[in-house]
């Protein structure tokens, strides 16, 4: 027994480190007294301890234990060598507390590894826990998540490290552990609460059950900027002033400078980068020259899904460029053009600047392509030279798009124009200088004095933009010849355009077919040109003007009463269309083709008179996916009830496919703005499949959401009129039936 009572007269340290457990626990005790009462913390005391703390972490005896992770967090939060053992004592921590079945132990773990976050260690912290999470035991694993998510919570996305959790997300996801499925739930959710949807992308392949339950939980998140409510030691005064000003009522707004916006974390530079060249069919080069279209259709497909990696590795892609270029420029098949177009915006967006190098060797093959008229090509042709913009500067490919200027083709010249324009949006006084804002004003008007009306119209809208960039001052010196009449109205582009910087980073809305002022406003990108011919049209702005006597062509089948008559339809008391009827014009198939193919995948609109019944379907998923995903003012409803008119149309024989395209009328008349010219377009051949077994429930579905949108006096005269024109019972009691159960619901009022 006397042998036992040694260690009594030992000095502190090496009680710590004694064999027996109550010599150690007796040791940490009296170091945690002694830590408390250093008041300085550069004092030579800590040095003495500084070898120990490990130990303190990792003893054996777990209660010995609980004491040695309290004197380590004094420690920590005290000494200023604290600092010099953050990876051992971390380590410890991962490895022999986080495993620990105590609750207190791991609590007093998670504190410590904040608190070496706090003294500016937060590094080498996350890179143990990191490492944590390979290990085998998921008590461990768990509790490093918990930790990286409390410290994200507590001190900000500024100081945590986003990007190498991101990384790992999906593999969590994918445990078999539901603790550590659950607890990866729960810091993906507080990373989205720091960077919103730069996370989204990273995450897409994760179990979609899992993401739908993501998705659920990021609505319920506050839209407020977050804000650390943890700081480090050099930011402690700063922390002082929130607390003040907390305490005096305010809401410290103000208090935490770099820290009252989201840090704007790019998506992209959360992504693996992906390496593709060597994943390219090794007969590739021999099928893109082959002369069967079907081979070169396999060969850029074969491209097109490697591109599609978000971010792509650098690499020397100038053979792959120059094959794709060929095809843009010299192919007869104009889907395969529109596919290679496809290719090359899948690299430019994947490479970005890297894409730069190759830009000058494409943008004039593309510009000169846009003699092609097809809706799908233009699309794609567009979107291709806007994300290659994007990787290069105005000045670096301004002589290829001044040399095209020139081409006697109007098409060329208008989409050249427009292109300026969409380009011009991403510049700003500096990067537009004199220099080269003459050049391109001198080419500009030229294209004002156009015999063709498209293209004096894009002129005006890239010398407003230019207006919009650097102002007057810089642009009449290069005015000084136009005439009151075209200077008027490029100060009137000049006012409904929206730029990139400054703005709501390029995601304005570019479409609104719907709202009574004439033009649209600009938008960034690829995106916003998809509707360029609204700009050539003929004013389509005097929404006020349009007769009520024509609100679209007449039914084929059936008298019913004129449009106007909805007036007398009284007040409606859905969602508050009541107070403004939509009134559009009847619109070309031609103008509804090119307005579908600006928001509809190219594959969709060339299916959709697909022999292939399974073709047609795939056609109408896609078709719907698309629509639920447009916004309500970038919906050109009209134009995408007439594609789903198109041949086959209402004729269509598979009842699969009939299904799909009732209930794709039902969402466009929810999600559009859905007028009574779309209405009449689709209104017979719903009441003609009101009576069918297997459509009419569907039929229905799109009546009552399209009497929702125009109100139901109105359409209840059109369906009752087409339905008693026909000689079919079964659609005239079916029509009665529906408009029965209409007047339940929308009451007599409609």
């Given amino acids: 027994m006397g042998d036992d009572s040694e260690w009594l007269k030992l000095p502190v340290d090496q009680k710590c480190e004694h064999k027996l457990w109550k010599a150690r626990l007796s040791g940490y005790e009296e170091a945690l007294k002694i830590f408390q009462k250093i008041k300085d913390e550069k004092s030579p005391e800590w040095s003495k301890f500084l070898g120990l703390i490990k130990k303190f972490v990792t003893d054996s005896n777990a209660v010995v234990q609980l004491k040695g992770l309290e004197a380590a967090l004094v420690y920590v939060e005290n000494a200023h060598v604290a600092g010099k053992t953050t990876g051992e004592v971390v380590s410890g921590v991962v490895s022999k507390v986080f495993n620990q079945p105590k609750a207190r132990a791991k609590e007093l773990g998670i504190e410590i590894c904040l608190m070496y976050i706090e003294i500016e260690k937060g590094e080498a912290v996350q890179e143990e826990l990191l490492k944590g999470l390979d290990n085998k035991n998921p008590k461990i694993i768990v509790a490093c998540i ?31 552990e539901k603790a550590v499925r659950d607890e990866a739930k729960l810091i993906a959710v507080e990373i989205y609460r720091w960077i919103r949807d730069a996370l989204r992308p990273p995450l897409q392949n994760i179990n979609s059950v899992q993401l739908k339950e993501l998705e659920e939980e990021w609505v319920k998140l506050p839209t407020g900027v977050p804000r650390p409510s943890r700081f480090l030691r050099s930011q402690q005064e700063l922390e002082a002033k929130l607390e003040q000003q907390q305490s005096a009522g305010g809401d410290a707004e103000g208090v935490v400078d770099d820290g009252d916006e989201v840090p704007q974390i790019d998506a992209y530079e959360l992504l693996e980068a992906v390496e593709i060249l060597s994943k390219l069919p090794k007969d590739f080069y021999d099928k893109i020259e082959a002369k069967k279209w079907q081979e070169r259709k396999e060969a850029l497909e074969a ?10 590795e650098a690499g020397d892609y100038a053979d792959l460029v120059k094959a794709l270029k060929k095809v843009v420029g010299k192919d007869t098949n104009v889907m395969l053009v529109a596919l290679a177009a496809k290719c090359l915006t899948g690299l430019a967006v994947g490479l970005r600047k890297k894409f730069g ?13 846009f003699k092609e008229k097809k809706p799908q090509v233009v699309q794609a042709l567009q979107e ?22 020139d081409n006697k083709n109007p098409t060329i010249k208008q989409q050249t124009s427009l292109f300026i324009a969409r380009s011009f949006r991403h510049c700003t006084a500096s990067t537009l200088p004199k220099s080269l804002l003459k050049p391109f004003c001198a080419a500009l008007l030229k294209h004002i004095n156009d015999s063709a009306p498209e293209v004096r119209d894009a002129a005006f809208e890239a010398l407003g933009t230019a207006l919009k960039v650097v102002g007057e001052k810089a642009v ?14 490029i100060k009137e582009c000049s006012e409904k355009v929206e730029l990139i910087h400054g703005k ?21 990108g690829a995106a916003g040109d998809k509707d360029t011919k609204d700009i050539a049209a003929p004013k389509p702005g005097p929404l006020k003007k349009a007769p009520a006597t024509k609100t679209g062509g007449p039914p084929k089948k059936g008298k019913p009463t004129a449009p106007g008559g909805a007036g007398s339809a009284g007040t409606k008391s859905k969602k508050g269309l009541e107070t403004k009827e939509i009134v559009e014009p009847e619109l070309s198939i031609e103008v509804c083709e090119e307005k579908a193919s600006a928001v509809l995948p190219p594959t969709c609109i060339q299916l959709l008179d697909s022999s292939n019944w399974k073709e047609r379907l795939a056609c109408m998923e896609e078709f719907q996916k698309a629509v639920e ?26 009842f699969q496919v009939m299904q799909m395209k009732l209930h794709i009328v039902a969402l466009i008349a929810q999600k559009g703005n859905f007028s009574k010219t779309s209405a009449q377009i689709v209104l017979d051949a719903l009441v003609d499949k009101i009576g069918d077994v297997k459509c009419g429930n569907n039929a229905k579905e799109a009546m009552t959401a399209i009497a929702e949108a125009c109100m139901l006096p109105w359409t209840a005269e059109q369906v009752v009129s087409m339905a008693f024109s026909q000689k079919n019972p079964k659609n005239q009691s079916e029509t009665l039936n529906w408009l029965s159960n209409a007047i339940k619901e929308f009451g007599f009022s409609g």
């Fill in 146 to 176: 918990e930790t990286l998510r409390k410290a994200l919570s507590e001190f900000g996305s500024k100081i945590i490290l986003l990007k190498p959790i991101i990384k790992v997300l999906p593999k969590l996801f994918e445990s078999r």
């Fill in 303 to 312: 491209v097109e899904v490697l591109v599609k990696n978000p971010k792509l």
């Fill in 357 to 369: 190098q190759y830009a000058g060797h494409v943008v004039p093959t593309i510009l000169e392509k």
């Fill in 384 to 405: 291709a030279i806007d994300a290659i913009f994007l990787t290069t500067t105005l000045q670096n490919i301004s002589e290829d798009i001044l040399a095209v200027m």
């Fill in 476 to 489: 009449n010196p290069f005015l000084a010849d136009v005439d009151k009449l075209k200077l008027d109205k």
């Fill in 504 to 524: 709501k980073a390029g995601v304005a809305t570019d479409k609104k077919e719907f709202k009574p002022v004439p033009g649209r406003t600009a938008a960034s």
């Fill in 629 to 654: 995903l447009m916004d309500q003012t970038e919906m050109p409803c009209q134009a995408l009830v007439r594609m789903l008119a198109k041949k086959p149309g209402w004729k269509e024989t598979n």
